[in-house]
């Protein structure tokens, strides 16, 4: 069975105080790593996909990164606007066609 | 349409009521899927259709929960004599095709609280 875990589960910065939050997963088969952003009362907006170890993507303030065991989703001078719950989903080969998510962290840029 | 949109964005329902929750998928998309999510949890897969197939239905909770897709493009999810446990967000979402090459869009969601 399908297993992600997020950290941690809830992290308040200052703006411009730069983190990473944490991905751990566990898939018979890799065949996707996918960050979505998600805002209160919103369905889930997608960030990026990884797709093998190694891998890295930007975009403006986010950068995503893959390992075989974990991916980080690092955040550089965060803005209050990046306030959101950030979710982290697997694909695999393990037979269901659905994505398996993690409970998300909940991030919090303080101005 | 430009996004998924699905309706109604918020249902009360009593228990035991039977609710039907619909979803207009992006224009052109082929897969359409249904997930559900708790309070303070991710999103959990219930089901998958190719066009007007239901090729994943593993999610499914009960044999309470249909979905359908009968001309490949809207599609609805039903529940039946609804439960407290079904309160939920209900997303749907949609990609171009199926596998894990292509985005996966959500919609807002529908809100259903069972009292």
């Known amino acids: 069975e399908d297993q992600v875990t997020q950290s941690p589960e809830a992290l308040r910065l200052q703006e411009g105080e730069s983190s990473s939050l944490n991905c751990s997963y566990t898939v018979s088969g890799l065949r996707g790593l996918f960050w979505y952003r998600q805002d209160p009362g919103k369905g889930p907006e997608f960030l990026f996909t990884l797709y093998s170890a190694g891998e890295e993507k930007e975009k403006e303030r986010l950068k995503a990164t893959l390992t075989k065991k974990e991916s980080f989703l690092h955040i550089t001078a965060p803005k209050p606007e990046d306030s959101a719950t950030y979710l982290c989903a697997v694909g695999s080969g393990g037979g269901a066609d659905g994505l398996t998510f993690g409970k998300g962290t909940h991030l919090i840029i303080q101005p | 349409g430009a996004g998924v949109s699905q309706s109604p964005r918020y249902k009360v329902a009593k228990r035991g009521q039977d609710v039907a929750l619909r979803c207009d998928p992006i224009?052109?998309?082929?897969?359409l899927f249904w997930y559900q999510q708790a309070l303070g949890q991710g999103p959990e897969f219930l089901t998958y259709?190719?066009?007007?197939?239901?090729?994943?239905k593993s999610g499914l909770p009960s044999d309470r929960f249909f979905a359908e897709r009968p001309e490949g493009s809207v599609s609805t999810l039903k529940i039946q004599r609804t439960q407290q446990e079904d309160s939920a967000v209900y997303l749907c979402?949609?990609?171009?095709?199926?596998?894990?090459?292509?985005?996966?869009?959500f919609g807002e969601g529908s809100w259903l609280t069972v009292v």
């Open positions: 224009s052109g998309h082929v897969s």
């Open positions: 979402a949609s990609s171009i095709i199926g596998g894990f090459r292509n985005t996966i869009y």
């Open positions: 259709f190719q066009n007007e197939a239901q090729l994943d």
